[in-house]
């Protein structure tokens, strides 16, 4: 299943050509922009000219294994997710790919589908994209919880003033569900606002 989400920018590190030929198909015909590197060396000056909101590194690769590349990563760029490949999985090794803020550890031989999910999954941890709807869904959250704040209200109190439970109010907020209609009435009538105002301009 492709993705529905804006184009990432991606970097992909392997040594095997088969595997950066197999990605980088796969992964543009989802609607990436991805470029890969058979040489490890190259990776920390691609990193700091290319603008790339996500890296694929793998592990075991001569010249320079990946954990150091990703050291030298993260000098260049504090902020950019990295995914790490690996035919040899080990505790020690994922404990120092976690050190690096390495964002998920995949096990070699992966399918699309676990690639895809990996993706999908950071890019939605990281707010790396988001469809015009998650947007929205943020910009209400994050009113929401200002406006909250402002006003020095629990999200018990909260509940108590709109009749919606707690669980809904907070996932409201982290944009983990979409309020309805009625809801945002509620949540804007307790908050002293007009349901306008909870989508901050948008």
Request: include cysteine; hydrophobic fraction near 40%.
């Amino acid at each position: 299943m492709a993705i529905s989400t804006p184009p990432i920018r991606i970097l992909v590190c392997d040594d095997d050509k088969a595997i950066c030929d197999y990605v980088e198909t796969l992964l543009t015909r989802d609607g990436h922009d991805v470029k890969t590197l058979s040489d490890p060396l190259l990776v920390e000056e691609e990193i700091k000219n290319g603008h790339y909101q996500m890296l694929i590194l793998d592990r075991m690769m001569p010249k320079m294994d990946g954990i150091e590349v990703l050291r030298r990563v993260r000098k260049a760029d504090n902020d950019i997710s990295v995914i790490m490949f690996t035919g040899f999985p080990s505790l020690d090794s994922a404990v120092a790919a976690m050190k690096l803020q390495a964002d998920d550890y995949l096990k070699k031989p992966f399918n699309a589908e676990e690639l895809r999910e990996v993706i999908d999954r950071i890019a939605k941890k990281k707010g790396i994209v988001r469809s015009p709807e998650e947007q929205l869904h943020n910009v209400i959250g994050d009113t929401i919880r200002r406006l909250r704040k402002e006003k020095d209200l629990t999200l018990k109190q909260m509940a108590h003033r709109t009749g919606l439970s707690v669980s809904l109010l907070s996932q409201i907020e982290r944009a983990e569900s979409s309020a309805s209609i009625p809801s945002l009435y509620k949540i804007a009538t307790a908050l002293g606002a007009k349901v306008q105002d909870l989508f901050g301009g948008y």
